[in-house]
């Protein structure tokens, strides 16, 4: 939906994606039985004004449990928020979104585009049917962000927190407050529709990654595999090995990438790690990345896999297969 508008008003422009801001539950007291994505975005927007010289877009670029989330709606959303972030009367952007995998989303945006506005993810923890839904609050907030004209590069609002896409990570299953930024600490708040900024903004980037933006389904699913391990107490190197026996038989699709979920300061169980290091030799790209929630790697001079500094592995994954993407050319 495209509303017109005048000259002197700004658009903010809001993305739906589903999740559970999205959710129809049969009942309104139940909170976690609910569906994801069922309520379209222009139905989320409802009972939301716009606040003044704004006036709300909306567009619905997917409808789908964010667990669910793919490369092929990553594409379609990083081009989507490009094509009206191009727009000189867009403030910003606000994409509705799923709780589940809303870190990678916003990490894969924010290493795609840098953009120099704001793109601005934000959530539920509650369907959109809950006696106390807090989507309305939560979509207010992201607006406020989208439309501060300082604003810029990709972050995550939820709970009256404003969390950038480099740190923001999902901490809770239940709570409404379930994002934490770990030692780096909130962008900042949304109070009554004013943010109080603590910290710099997302940095942007010109120009982004355009090569992705324009990637169609063939070039997608051409994407490097990479895959994550966790190492833990009593682990093996036998899963590596299985995907290097697939590597070494020529599948269609063979590991390229490896993400190390390793202990503490990028530890790993000495059985991984020596599969991890067989898997280098093969020309598979290790890198560790730490399960702890907060701090960094900090490398040692006999270091022989690559570390992800401050990555969880997940967006690891997203850096690695990007640099992969990168190196194909
Ligand atoms: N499974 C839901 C999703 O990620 C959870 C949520 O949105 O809170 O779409």
Redesign the pocket.
């Known amino acids: 939906m495209v509303d017109s508008l005048s000259s002197s008003l700004r658009r903010v422009v809001v993305l739906g994606t589903?999740?559970?801001?999205a959710?129809r539950a049969a009942s309104g007291g139940d909170n976690i039985g609910y569906t994801?994505?069922q309520v379209g975005v222009a139905d989320l927007l409802g009972g939301i004004d716009a606040p003044e010289g704004l006036v709300l877009v909306t567009e619905q670029v997917a409808q789908?449990?964010?667990?669910d989330?793919d490369f092929g709606v990553w594409v379609q959303l990083a081009r989507r928020c490009a094509f009206w972030l191009a727009e000189a009367d867009v403030a910003g952007v606000v994409i509705t979104?799923?709780?589940?995998?809303?870190e990678e989303t916003a990490f894969f945006l924010q290493a795609v585009l840098a953009p120099d506005k704001p793109v601005v993810l934000t959530?539920?923890?509650r369907p959109a049917t809950s006696l106390s839904p807090d989507g309305p609050q939560n979509v207010r907030d992201a607006i406020a962000v989208a439309a501060t004209s300082s604003a810029q590069g990709v972050t995550v609002v939820c709970a009256g927190v404003i969390h950038s896409a480099m740190d923001v990570q999902k901490v809770h299953t239940y709570r409404q407050d379930?994002f934490a930024s770990g030692d780096a600490g909130p962008v900042g708040y949304v109070e009554e529709g004013a943010v109080r900024r603590l910290r710099d903004w997302p940095r942007s980037q010109a120009g982004g990654n355009s090569r992705i933006l324009e990637a169609d389904e063939k070039a997608i699913a051409l994407w490097p595999r990479v895959e994550i391990l966790t190492s833990h107490a009593g682990a093996s190197g036998a899963l590596v090995d299985l995907l290097l026996q697939e590597r070494a038989a020529g599948c269609a699709d063979p590991m390229r990438g490896l993400v190390l979920a390793a202990t503490g300061n990028g530890t790993v169980h000495h059985a991984l790690e020596a599969a991890a290091l067989r898997a280098q030799d093969a020309g598979v790209a290790v890198l560790r990345a730490t399960r702890c929630t907060s701090g960094r790697i900090l490398p040692r001079p006999d270091d022989k896999l690559r570390n992800a500094g401050a990555l969880t592995p997940v967006k690891a994954r997203i850096a690695l297969m990007l640099e992969l993407i990168g190196k194909a050319g």
């Not at 589903?18 to 801001?21: A, D």
């Not at 789908?64 to 667990?67: G, P, R, T, Y």
């Not at 979104?97 to 809303?102: I, K, P, V």
Request: glycine share 22%; hydrophobic share 35%; aromatic share 0%.
């Open positions: 589903g999740g559970t801001i959710g994801a994505g789908l449990d964010s667990k989330m979104h799923g709780t589940d995998t809303l959530c539920a923890m379930a």
